[in-house]
């Protein structure tokens, strides 16, 4: 009798058991297809692994603005319509590539040796690069023009931009040295040209004369530049700066009155002429120069130095300024008080007694400039009363006075009530 160990039969049975499961079934179906994928794809595969090798080995470069050369008869002929330069794009072995883009030992050119005068479309050519380079240009083809090349002579016009002139300065006359140039272009570019310029460039206000190099500029009627040829291409633009001048009076413009009791004796100025530079049309209007003087702060006689102002367009005035010379009169009021009368000519038997005023004095009201009015004192005045032929009673008597004649005074009464009397001789 055969013996199996309980183990081993338990594990058949776990094992019979699972490859009659559905899992099993799917697992193995899964690794069935994707044997069939790579036998049926298996050259496709292939050939794509090989293409990616081989293109790890390949480059693609464009070599930017490489020069065009044209050969052509350039003594007689003038030719436009060609650019300056060609992209060329190479494509091949990477080394190979690498070196075209870096030594750049290829020529690229227009051959137009053979060519006739008038409008061609011409092929742009490649030499001396490796023929295991697939090349393109860009452009390739090119129309251009042929046509005679001429020479002709031509007067040059300066140019100036009068706003950099300083204030005032006007820009006397241009000149340029030399005065023509030689312009050699095609037949059709020479017949459009219409302006010859060399226009002066600064950057700065000038008020003297100035020389600069100017470039010479080709222009057509509608101010486009020609590409022409121009000898010279640099002349030399002279600018000659003038500072135009007239003479005109100066006249005193007052502002403000005078402080009161102050009076205005005369006024001047000195000098009364003055020069005024700058732009003639400006000096055309101008007819007199203003010097401006404030009486309000005048309280004796006093010279005021003033500037001369000037307007736009004018850059200088000589001189600067001016001296303003004023004279004035100060008025002071003044009071003396106090001032005795003498009284005259009364016979010796009577006396008198001035009634009104009670005090027997007078005041005076002084007026007139202030240096004269200050040295006026009661000393000064002398007044007197003629008494003489009047008998006892009351009388109105006119005070005779006499005082300084350089100024204003007037009394504070012109007469005095006076009462005389016989003396008393009894005792």
């Known amino acids: 009798m055969l013996l199996r160990p309980n183990g081993v039969g338990g594990g058949r049975k776990k094992m019979d ?8 079934m799917r697992i193995v179906g899964l690794m069935l297809a994707f044997i ?8 496709d595969i292939q050939k794509t692994a090989n293409n990616n090798n081989g293109s790890s080995q390949n480059a693609i470069e464009t070599i930017q603005d490489v020069p065009l050369e044209v050969f052509y008869d350039r003594e007689n002929l003038e030719v436009s319509g060609l650019p300056d330069t060609v992209n060329v794009t190479v494509e091949g072995s990477r080394a190979i ?18 060519i006739e005068i008038g409008e061609h479309q011409v092929e742009i ?57 030689k312009v050699t272009g095609s037949k059709d570019e020479v017949e459009q040209i219409a302006y010859v310029i060399a226009t002066l460039d600064l950057d700065e ?3 003297e004369n100035v020389t600069r190099e100017a470039r010479v500029q080709v222009l ?34 007052q502002k403000g009155r005078l402080p009161d009791g102050t009076t205005l004796e005369s006024i001047t100025v000195e000098p009364e002429v003055a020069t005024i530079f700058g732009r003639q049309d400006v000096l055309d209007t101008v ?48 009071s003396l008080s106090g001032l005795e009368i003498n009284p005259q000519g009364l016979s010796d038997e009577y006396e008198y007694e001035i009634t009104s005023p009670e005090d027997g004095v007078v005041d005076v009201a002084l007026k007139g400039q202030d240096e004269e009015v200050s040295k006026v004192t009661k000393q000064d005045f002398s007044l007197a009363l003629d008494l003489s032929g009047l008998e006892p009673g009351d009388h109105e008597v006119e005070i005779e006075a006499e005082g300084p004649n350089d100024i204003e005074w007037t009394l504070s009464q012109k007469s005095v009530r006076v ?9």
């Open 220 to 253: 057509d009627r509608e101010y486009n530049k020609l590409d022409v040829q121009i000898d010279p291409d640099v002349v030399e633009v002279t600018v000659s700066v003038i500072n135009k001048s007239k003479s005109v009076p100066v006249t005193v413009k």
């Open 205 to 207: 206000e000038i008020n």
């Open 97 to 114: 590539v690498q070196q075209a883009k870096t030594v750049k030992d290829f020529q690229v050119y227009v051959d137009l040796n053979d």
């Open 287 to 334: 007819e007199e120069l203003l010097a401006e003087i404030d009486l309000s702060k005048i309280r004796k006689d006093t010279t005021v130095s003033v500037p001369l102002a000037l307007q736009d367009g004018l850059n200088k005035v000589a001189p600067e300024e001016v001296k303003v010379i004023v004279d004035v009169t100060t008025t002071e009021e003044k």
């Open 125 to 181: 050519k490649i030499d001396n690069i490796s023929d295991k380079l697939e090349v393109k240009l860009d452009p390739k083809v090119v129309t251009i023009s042929v046509q005679e090349k001429v020479t002709e002579e031509f007067t040059i016009e300066p140019q100036f931009n009068d706003s950099f002139l300083s204030n005032g300065y006007e820009a006397e006359g241009l000149a340029v040295d030399p005065k023509t140039v």
């Open 419 to 427: 009462k005389i009397k016989e003396k008393n001789t009894s005792a």
């Open 36 to 43: 069939l994928y790579l036998s049926v794809n298996f050259d």
């Open 17 to 24: 058991k699972f490859m009659e499961s559905r899992w099993f």
